[in-house]
Nanobody, 115 residues
Framework: QVQVVESGGGLVQAGGSLRLSCAAS????????MGWYRQAPGKQRELVAS???????NYTESVKGRFTISRDNSKNTVYLQMNSLKPTDTGVYYC?????????WGKGTLVTVSS
C-alpha cells in the first residue's frame, strides 16, 4: 500500500555533508512516524533518527549534533541532513514509514565516507 524511495546517498570525505531524502507514496493516509536506519556490513540495522508527524525527534547518540531529521508532511517526505560525516557513518541507509503499526521499508541508499 505504501511505497518508499530513498535518494541522496554517495561518496564523501570525512567532514563532508550529505542530504538524504525519502518520499512515501501510494496509500499514505495515517502515516505516523518516519525514520532513518542504517546498516554496515557485519552489523545489525540500527536506528539513526526518527520523527513523528508533529515534529518530535529522536536520534541515536553517535549522530547527535551532526545529523538533523525533518519532514514535509505536504510532500510525505522525510529528510536527513548529515554533517561532519565520519567513516563510521558508512553504511546503507534505509527509510522507514509507519502506518497503523505496520513498517514499510525502502530499498536503501549507500553512504560511503572515506578517511
Amino acid at each position: 500500500q505504501v511505497q518508499v524511495v530513498e535518494s541522496g546517498g554517495g561518496l564523501v570525505q570525512a567532514g563532508g555533508s550529505l542530504r538524504l531524502s525519502c518520499a512515501a507514496s501510494g496509500s499514505i493516509f495515517s502515516i505516523n512516524a518516519m525514520g532513518w536506519y542504517r546498516q554496515a556490513p557485519g552489523k545489525q540495522r540500527e536506528l539513526v533518527a526518527s520523527i513523528t508527524r508533529d515534529g518530535s525527534t529522536n536520534y541515536t547518540e553517535s549522530v547527535k549534533g551532526r545529523f538533523t531529521i525533518s519532514r514535509d508532511n505536504s510532500k510525505n517526505t522525510v529528510y536527513l541532513q548529515m554533517n561532519s560525516l565520519k567513516p563510521t557513518d558508512t553504511g546503507v541507509y534505509y527509510c522507514n514509514v509507519e502506518k497503523f503499526s505496520i513498517p514499510y521499508w525502502g530499498k536503501g541508499t549507500l553512504v560511503t565516507v572515506s578517511s
